[in-house]
């Protein structure tokens, strides 16, 4: 971690993480528009089908743990600061920073996307097209209100915005969390309020599935909400605050064998077993030993920056040059055109976003923060 001149806190390896979890789920996805599409796929291989077909949401997870710990973080930080959480100017930041982009995908994926369906003809796909044929407005309060997660279990995905799933999640879990650190009592009682909801949720999830079944529409819902990774990633939050927790877990966090010895861990997880809640324990234990050495990847930050763009736009991105490269013969060329094409408009779109679309938000977010975040 880093304090700059303006007492910014800045944690190393963070914008890194962001890069490589959304790269993947971008990788993830063209993988799954493949498949969809009856394209030779890596879903289809041996010893790539559990990687490619979990290592999307595996990457959310990664990305739920990772607001779960720099959100708490800073709420203790602001509460040792000033003895309170402003809860007015948090949940400010946050529209700031997420209603721009989010409701810029909802429109996309509810009017830019059937009105561009009726206009031209996206050759060689059938699954994205006839979703957007059939799009259900219904699901429209749904998306407005943050509850897209939810409204997955009851209406089909919407094009170009079935994705944002994840952002609901994290607006759901922004409603909870500053008021559990402004009301405890101390660095302590919240670590508590926090380990018991996290302990109420994994209960929740298990005890759902024994009494309704997995066909019940209760677990599937427990199981969209998943708060229980956000908390394990304030667990984490709470080792690097407290003094106490940090200076014996430093001698762990710092030992580069054992960073070494997560990563293959975590490679474990995601290559063969995809247990869920084991690899947010990595996550975390990941997160904190990336901050604590202070490990930079340069050529990733820049990817890191523009994640949430990445995330949200690639969608579209994948689907307009998926009928480019349809019009290529070979696989070869069809793998070429495709990742090419999708990967640099990804890239291009979410540099204009980030620009145009988020920075003119995130420059008044700063009015409105206690504790000042991020990179100089």
């Known amino acids: 971690m880093s304090d700059s001149k303006q007492n910014r806190i800045y944690f190393y ?20 528009f493949k498949k969809r599409e009856s394209h030779p796929s890596l879903y289809e291989f ?52 997420i209603w721009p982009l989010y409701f810029f995908v ?9 009105v561009l369906g009726k206009l031209f003809n996206f050759q060689g796909q059938a699954y994205y097209p006839s979703l957007i044929e059939k799009i259900d407005y219904n699901a429209l309060p749904m998306y407005l209100l943050f509850l897209s997660n939810i409204a997955l279990l009851f209406y089909k995905p919407i094009a170009g ?6 952002v609901s999640v994290e607006e759901q879990f922004y409603l909870i969390w500053p008021n559990i650190v402004k009301f405890s009592k101390g660095v302590k009682q919240a670590f508590i309020f926090i380990l018991i909801l996290f302990l109420i949720k994994i209960g929740a999830n298990y005890f759902s599935y024994s009494i309704f079944g997995k066909q019940s529409i209760i677990p599937a819902i427990l199981s969209k909400v998943s708060i229980e990774y956000m908390c394990v990633g304030a667990f984490g939050a709470f080792v ?30 995601c290559v063969k077993y995809n ?29 890191g920056k523009i994640s949430y763009g990445i995330y949200m ?25 495709l990742y090419s094409l999708s990967f640099v ?6 540099m204009a976003s980030y620009k145009y679309l988020e920075m003119p938000f995130l420059k008044r977010k700063e009015k409105f923060a206690i504790i000042q975040s991020g990179s100089v």
């Open 161 to 166: 915005a079935a994705q944002s799933w994840s």
């Open 13 to 32: 390896g963070l914008d890194e993480i962001r890069a490589i979890a959304a790269l993947l789920v971008y990788f993830h996805h063209v993988e799954l």
């Open 46 to 97: 041996k010893y790539t089908g559990n990687f490619i077909s979990n290592i999307g949401h595996n990457s959310v997870i990664c990305f739920f743990v990772l607001s779960g710990f720099l959100i708490t973080y800073l709420l203790l930080k602001e509460k040792e600061k000033i003895g309170t959480v402003k809860i007015r100017e948090f949940y400010i930041r946050r529209i700031l920073r």
């Open 240 to 269: 690097i605050f407290s003094e106490k927790l940090r200076a014996p877990a430093s001698i762990f966090l710092k030992n580069k064998l054992a960073l070494v010895g997560i990563l293959i861990l975590i490679i474990l997880e």
């Open 275 to 303: 247990h869920t809640l084991a690899l947010a324990f990595l996550f975390i234990l990941l997160i904190l030993m990336l901050v604590t050495q202070e490990i930079k990847i340069k050529f990733l930050k820049p990817f």
């Open 313 to 337: 736009l690639h969608p579209l991105c994948i689907f307009i040059s998926f009928s480019i490269a349809s019009q290529f013969k070979t696989e070869v060329m069809f793998n070429l055109v």
């Open 345 to 350: 408009l990804t890239i291009l779109i979410s």
């Open 106 to 114: 909802t429109f996309i994926g509810f009017v830019l996307l059937p």
